[in-house]
């Protein structure tokens, strides 16, 4: 008999509705649920891939340690006795700060999220690392410095906008970030078909620009000068208009006062982009019944990543595009997630405390992970002895990887929440396995605030896991109780002593959904989580309404369009330009910047045999005459070297790349031989992150920045032939 179940496929955050067929608890089939409130049908070549990961041989079922460098399986209370112990172990011999948690981006994706939380209340420790630091952290401070509290994101209304300006994303591959909006590439379409019009400033003309009106070729780092350019012939012209906004807004004299030393004249150099395309842009935008201006994470994980999405930010408000219909709107989530973050850690902030070794600021409460190998490498109070991952594979995905992974080498104690043997796991002592993504039941509460539509959505479990299987939720808790020794008593802030005593992540979902905006406690029409779970295909609560002046958390609910930070950070634009030049005289004379394909998920899914056919995806996308200029012809190996290291992976060449460019993605490199994915290690390639600099930052944040690292490329010796044909070189 064929039972089905509907819920979403959370590997990321387009969050799609999957129609998941089962017999025998073995899945049979995965495919779109058209009555999905959201995505209507649409879903990517992953969501069939979660079959892969629940029959995956290579997945870890059961909690393993490490015997003599190897992994053994053993009991959950065995493991997780050892675990906490451990890591308490640790805080009592080096101090409470001894031991670092890192969450990774799965994390996000279910209710473990909610128990990390409170476990690292209870760890206590400074040293608290996430991916945000490698991804979105820029637009957190400018959503901070400009509208109170980080988590009050802009979500581009593309549902009913008439004028898409993508800077930085690729969301017809990543399907959409800080934007919740499954099948982007046909939302896009539908904006031209309506009339309307799409540009897309990328270095590469990608799968997003080839169904856009328009790409814009910008150089790697020059979105700031564009930006500022364009807001140059807005003022200049006259086409300010505030729109919802006035009467809201300080800082738009200072925001004009900058704008006036950016002509396009002087911005198109530093841009890559000439001055008339700029002008243009600006007054298309401008003129457009509705714009949105939407920059992702090419322009985050840059130099200049908190700046750039101020500037986005302040293109939207003065065009009176934000928080209206078309333009920059904000969710009124079913959980009123701003909220929820402040009865658990308080008012909004960063910069209380500073990294041990990099000096650099701490925001809500983490610090920024491309500052961890140092802190686990420099000895001195506050050292990092211990770690807990869970989520993540930091080795692979944050800068200068390959010294972060000869760090964790030294750690005394290392815990990880992961269903495999990763380049990062492989360290741990003890390995706690989560059931899989079928295998839970979990209300997603994050990613309704950054959607597209106003919704709500349940997932119950579609397969049975191992009879002893724990989720992240119950392992994390399990942790949380034996490193809190009663965890009630432990914890002094009522609304985590409430979470703790909660027993299930569904009674969160719960009581969040009351409190929340469609909760109205005793109204019979009122959000509970029993509606939610009677609704299959979810509950659609309407589109995009104004809502920003319900989240503000500014001083007199005001719209800070010129903060202090931001202004002297952009008054540091005409030096890093030198810099950059300075680095390409240097010999580093190409830009260094990533690249998705809709076939992989950050460094994992590596190990579905279905998303791993066909062509090599880890290789250098090259312009011809680029190589041409070095001697290099396709497929050939190459050696891509920045200042800190170098890597081998084969050249592709492309006339979408930007001459000057180099685009090579990230989440490979899975070359160690006691790694437990075999069919990734089959086709291992190189990690960029070995060549990404963890002392390129956003200076504001501590963001990665991943993309404009200076770099060269040439022939791994032997170079090619006198004939051009490229020499069969091993990748390393
Ligand atoms: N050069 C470069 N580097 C980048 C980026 C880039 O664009 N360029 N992008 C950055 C960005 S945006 C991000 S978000 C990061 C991601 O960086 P990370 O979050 O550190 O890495 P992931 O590859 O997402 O690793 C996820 C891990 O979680 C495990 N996992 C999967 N599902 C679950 C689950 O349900 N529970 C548990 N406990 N574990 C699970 C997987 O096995 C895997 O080991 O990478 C960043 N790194
Ligand atoms: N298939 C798939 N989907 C994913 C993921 C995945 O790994 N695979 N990862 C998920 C995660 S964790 C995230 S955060 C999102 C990210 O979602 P997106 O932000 O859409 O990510 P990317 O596809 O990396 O797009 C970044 C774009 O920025 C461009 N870029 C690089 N440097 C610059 C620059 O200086 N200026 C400008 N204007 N553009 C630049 C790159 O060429 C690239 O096209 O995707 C999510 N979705
Ligand atoms: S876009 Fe693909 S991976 Fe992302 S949620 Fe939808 S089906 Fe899953
Ligand atoms: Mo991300």
Redesign the pocket.
């Known amino acids: 008999m064929t039972d089905t179940v509907y819920r979403?496929?959370?590997?990321?955050e387009?969050?799609?509705g999957i129609k998941v067929e089962v017999e025998d608890e073995r899945v049979v089939r995965i495919s779109g649920d058209p009555d999905d409130v959201l995505?209507r049908g649409y879903?990517?070549p992953?969501?069939a891939a979660l079959t892969d990961v629940q029959s995956d041989p290579d997945r870890l079922r059961h909690p393993v340690k490490k015997v003599n460098g190897r992994f053994v399986e053993i009991g959950w209370h065995e493991a997780l006795d050892l675990a906490a112990d451990g890591l308490r172990r640790v805080q009592e011999r080096h101090g409470t700060d001894a031991v670092a948690t890192y969450l990774g981006n799965p994390g996000a994706h279910s209710s473990g999220l909610f128990a990390a939380a409170f476990l690292r209340k209870l760890l206590g420790s400074k040293n608290n690392y996430s991916a945000t630091s490698t991804d979105q952290l820029p637009q957190f401070m400018s959503s901070f410095e400009m509208f109170g509290h980080f988590f009050v994101l802009p979500v581009p209304d593309i549902e009913r906008t008439q004028h898409m300006l993508v800077i930085g994303a690729n969301p017809a591959v990543s399907?959409g970030s800080l934007m919740t909006a499954?099948g982007v590439r046909e939302r896009i379409k539908a904006i031209r078909a309506r009339g309307g019009k799409v540009v897309v400033i990328d270095p590469r003309r990608t799968e997003t620009a080839k169904h856009a009106s328009e790409h814009v070729a910008v150089s790697p780092g020059g979105d700031p000068y564009l930006l500022l350019g364009m807001l140059n012939v807005i003022f200049a012209e006259d086409r300010v208009r505030l729109g919802r906004l006035a009467g809201r807004c300080d800082g738009l004299g200072e925001l004009r006062a900058i704008a006036a030393q950016w002509s396009p004249d002087r911005a198109a150099p530093h841009a890559g982009v000439d001055a008339a395309t700029i002008a243009r842009l600006a007054r298309d935008f401008a003129a457009a019944p509705s714009a949105v201006a939407y920059g992702r994470v090419g322009v985050c994980q840059q130099q200049t990543g908190s700046i750039t999405h101020w500037l986005i930010n302040a293109l939207n408000a003065v065009t009176g595009n934000m928080d209206s219909a078309g333009g920059a709107m904000f969710p009124r989530s079913a959980v009123d997630v701003v909220t929820l973050i402040e009865r658990v850690y308080g008012k909004a902030h960063w910069g209380r405390f500073h990294q041990r070794v990099s000096g650099l600021p701490e925001f809500a409460d983490e610090l920024p992970v491309a500052g961890l190998a140092d802190e686990i490498l420099t000895p001195g109070e506050g050292q990092v002895r211990g770690m807990l991952v869970f989520a993540g594979n930091p080795v692979l995905s944050t800068p200068g990887g390959a010294r972060l992974d000869a760090a964790m080498e030294q750690l005394d104690w290392c815990v990880a929440v992961d269903m495999y043997v990763t380049e990062t796991t492989r360290h741990a002592d003890v390995i706690l396995p989560p059931l899989a993504q079928l295998e839970r039941s979990d209300v997603d509460l994050v990613f309704p605030a950054l959607s597209v539509r106003n919704q709500i959505r349940y997932n119950p479990a579609a397969v049975a896991g191992p009879s002893d299987g724990k989720t992240d939720w119950e392992i994390l808790m399990a942790l949380a109780a034996r490193i809190g020794r009663g965890v009630k008593g432990a914890v002094t802030n009522p609304a985590l002593r409430l979470l703790g005593g909660l027993s299930t992540p569904e009674r969160v979902a719960d009581l969040a959904l009351r409190i929340g905006p469609y909760g109205r406690l005793r109204s019979r029409r009122a959000l509970d989580i029993g509606k939610v779970k009677r609704a299959p295909h979810g509950i659609d609560l309407g589109a995009l309404e104004p809502n920003l002046v319900n989240l503000l958390r500014t001083k007199g609910k005001r719209v800070q369009l010129a903060p202090a930070v931001m202004l002297a950070e952009a008054a540091r634009l005409e030096s890093l330009a030198a810099d950059r030049e300075a680095a390409r005289r240097n010999g580093f004379d190409l830009a260094l910047i990533g690249r998705r394909s809709l076939r992989s998920?950050n460094s994992w899914m590596h190990n579905s045999p279905r998303l791993m056919k066909g062509a090599d995806r880890c290789t250098a996308l090259l312009h011809p005459d680029d190589a041409a200029r070095r001697g290099l012809s396709d497929g050939q190996s190459v050696r891509v070297a920045s200042a800190t290291g170098a890597i081998e992976v084969p050249i592709e060449l492309s006339d979408e790349m930007r001459p000057g460019v180099v685009s090579v993605p990230h989440g490979f490199g899975h070359k160690h031989a006691d790694v437990g994915w075999r069919v990734a290690a089959s086709h291992a390639g190189a990690s960029v992150n070995d060549i990404t600099d963890p002392s390129i930052v956003d200076r504001l944040t501590g963001n990665a920045a991943f993309n404009d690292v200076p770099v060269r490329v040439d022939a791994v010796a032997p170079a090619t032939g006198a004939d051009g044909v490229a020499l069969d070189v091993a990748t390393a």
């Open positions: 979403q496929c959370t590997l990321c387009a969050h799609c995505s879903i990517c992953k969501a399907n499954p998920n």
